[in-house]
């Protein structure tokens, strides 16, 4: 009964691994970033996505801190330079904003959201990666966010 539990575990702790795979921001999801005092990961899956059209969503948000910032904006530069759409909007040459969205192969999407608030003055420092997964375009995103 143990052994099996145990393997139960860990083939559950694996599937959110394989939801980023291909992609750089993979490194940021489940890396050991989520310990940290100024890090917090989400993870939503199933049927509470139902609603906006998604199987799976990510995020990682980092309060005031440049290095990890910059880590995660050239993560996210990798990977948009794959997307199939995308808008961008930069502050001072560094991302402050993307989104991108690439088809998953099957019949859905793969979207990546990007948000930088260490380049906006007065706003709060955080730095944020969304990831997503589903049927629902980048548009019905924008409108439904």
Not at 41 to 46: D, P
Not at 112 to 123: H, Q, V
Request: charged share 30%.
């Amino acid at each position: 009964m143990r052994r099996l539990l145990f393997i139960l575990i860990i083939i559950v702790s694996a599937i959110p691994a394989v939801a980023q795979k291909g992609m750089s921001v993979a490194a940021l999801f489940g890396s050991g970033y989520q310990n940290r005092k100024d890090v917090t990961e989400v993870i939503v899956e199933g049927k509470r996505l139902k609603f906006f059209k998604l199987s799976v969503f990510r995020s990682i948000t980092v309060t005031d801190n440049e290095a990890l910032a910059a880590e995660m904006e050239r993560l996210v530069r990798l990977d948009g330079k794959n997307a199939s759409d995308k808008e961008e909007g930069m502050i001072g040459g560094k991302l402050y904003y993307a989104f991108y969205s690439f088809p998953d192969g099957k019949d859905g999407y793969r979207h990546l959201f990007f948000r930088n608030n260490l380049l906006k003055e007065g706003a709060e420092p955080e730095t944020t990666v969304v990831y997503m997964e589903g049927k629902a375009t980048l548009g019905e995103l924008k409108r439904m966010f």
